[in-house]
């Protein structure tokens, strides 16, 4: 089926804001926004039914966020909104009288008191985001849980490469590590944020990279073994950290 795209549906959200539409049926509320029809009666079943699942806080514009209630008579349903991007949603029952609002993600979190999910790719059996593949974006695909870039996929790996060390060193530039030698930027960086103990020789490998890990680990981007490899899994949630970071550069 045709699904309307990222900015259609963030704009059909929108247009509901300060409404009382979908007070008590955030599921409902969201799949209108793709135009899909009824499938799944609350949003725990959506978000049981995805497998394309990410856990940071940052998600793309137009995609479904998931949330864990806790407590209360919803916690057999759960919640979900529709991403805006830059950590913010557009959710039912979240503004003055339970009207229909854009909040901040974390802090809809907080206030209901709920445990955040995470996004998903895919929403109702359809794949609704495709991560765009321009290096100009900071963002990258690649085949994930093998810790090996797809030989095939060489190109590709060189463009995403040159392209997060340009985030990278953008983002370390602007909060004042601005070493010429980016690996040494980052390996002070790491230091003060207590994640590295090494010599700090700009020698950007094993140790090094084992430091990024749990740096990103800890951030709930990274969720593999700490293994001082920086194969895909480790530059997309590097690239996931760096398009978080982007009001800073």
């Known amino acids: 089926m045709s699904v309307p795209d990222a900015a259609e549906r963030v704009r059909r959200a929108s247009s509901a804001v300060g ?10 509320f ?9 499938r799944y009666g609350s949003a725990r079943l959506a978000w049981l039914a995805t497998r394309q699942r990410h856990t940071d806080s940052a998600p793309p514009a137009g995609v479904p966020v ?14 979900i909104a529709l991403s805006t991007g830059g950590g913010f949603c557009i959710s039912t029952s979240a ?8 909040v901040g993600i974390d802090d809809l979190t907080q206030r209901w008191g709920m445990s955040y999910r995470g996004w998903s790719e895919d929403y109702h059996g359809v794949r609704v985001h495709t991560a765009d593949a321009t290096p100009d974006d900071v963002t990258a695909t690649s085949e994930h849980g093998t810790g090996r870039w797809p030989g095939r996929d060489l190109r590709m790996v060189a463009e995403h490469t040159a392209a997060s060390r340009r985030a990278w060193r953008l983002l370390m530039a602007s909060i004042g ?16 944020r207590g994640f590295y103990s090494g010599l700090l020789d700009g020698d950007f ?6 430091a990024l890990q749990e740096f990103l680990k800890a951030k709930g981007l990274y969720l593999f073994p700490v ?14 950290y760096l398009n978080q970071q982007r009001r800073f550069f």
């Open 227 to 240: 293994d001082g490899d920086r194969g895909p899994d480790t530059v997309r949630a590097e690239i996931r």
């Open 19 to 28: 409404s009382s539409e979908g007070v008590g049926f955030c599921e409902r």
């Open 95 to 102: 503004g003055p009288g339970s009207t229909v609002a854009k």
């Open 205 to 210: 490998v094993e140790k090094s990279i084992k």
């Open 66 to 79: 998931f949330w864990d209630i806790l407590t209360g008579t919803n916690k057999v349903y759960d919640h």
């Open 30 to 38: 969201v799949r209108g926004c793709f135009g899909f029809p009824a």
């Open 177 to 192: 590590f601005d070493d010429a030698d980016l690996d040494l930027a980052m390996q002070r960086w790491l230091t003060l």
